[in-house]
């Protein structure tokens, strides 16, 4: 007997698939929502893109290609999660789930050369889900939580924003991820001053009342977020 089967207690080496599942994160309609796939035709179920690790290929350019593939750029912020390997997380087979998750900017869904490809995804709010198929839902949570936990210490969530945003619509961005409607106005602004990540144009945006100015983030912004938590 090898060592191999040994390990594994049978006379045969073990027989599994390993796939990349992603949880895509975009803000839209003042909401935070997720791609999903339906699970199979006519079911009421959905479930998060996957794709097959090929044998040759490492699972980050997986996970690049499959962003290629759903949202026609591999331009985007990625990030390994954790591994999902129960035997029984699906019953017909033995599937390793290397997780990720993905930040894109709502308006580049509806930029023209992603509209073919996004087609086939369906957006859903993260706090309002469908039934989701397999172990998906406590990839979901794993997600929401590690995004979260990052926005607190860098500058991710712009990768959510235009390039261009208002004061207003990045503290909307922070109350929506975080689930916190009650955000302070004076102390976040506070907080983002003092980061010093942001620089304004010399654009404004119309809103119905007083234009707001535009800003963008500072090309070196990840850095120095990272030296001090926005919410400690």
């Known amino acids: 007997m090898n060592s191999a089967a040994s390990l594994n207690g049978t006379d045969s080496p073990p027989c599994f698939e390993v796939v ?36 040759a290929e490492a699972p980050d350019a997986t996970a690049r290609r499959q962003m290629k593939s759903l949202l026609g750029t591999s ?25 990720y998750f993905a930040l894109f900017a709502y308006e580049r869904l509806h930029h ?13 709010s993260v706090y309002d889900l469908p039934p989701l198929a397999f172990d998906h839902g406590d990839i979901v ?3 929401l939580t590690r995004l979260r936990y990052k926005i607190e210490y860098s500058a991710v969530a712009f990768e959510l924003l ?39 144009i010399s654009r404004y945006r119309e809103t119905g009342g007083r234009p707001a100015k535009l800003y963008r983030v500072r090309p070196d912004a990840q850095l120095e977020v990272k030296a001090r938590r926005f919410f400690p």
């Open 112 to 124: 023209h050369d992603n509209q073919e490809q996004t087609e086939g995804i369906d957006w859903h």
């Open 20 to 55: 990349v599942d992603t949880v895509i994160f975009t803000l839209g309609d003042h909401d935070l929502k997720i791609g999903l796939v339906e699970h199979k035709p006519g079911s009421e179920q959905w479930r998060l893109p996957g794709c097959s690790i090929a044998a």
């Open 141 to 143: 949570d794993y997600a």
């Open 75 to 99: 331009e985007v912020y990625l990030q390994q999660l954790y591994t999902f390997g129960a035997p029984e997380r699906i019953p017909e087979r033995r599937v390793i789930s290397v997780s």
């Open 162 to 200: 235009p390039d261009e945003f208002t004061l207003r619509e990045l503290q909307e961005a922070y109350m929506i991820i975080l689930n916190d409607h009650k955000l302070d106005k004076a102390n976040f602004r506070k907080k983002i001053r003092e980061a010093d990540i942001l620089e304004p």
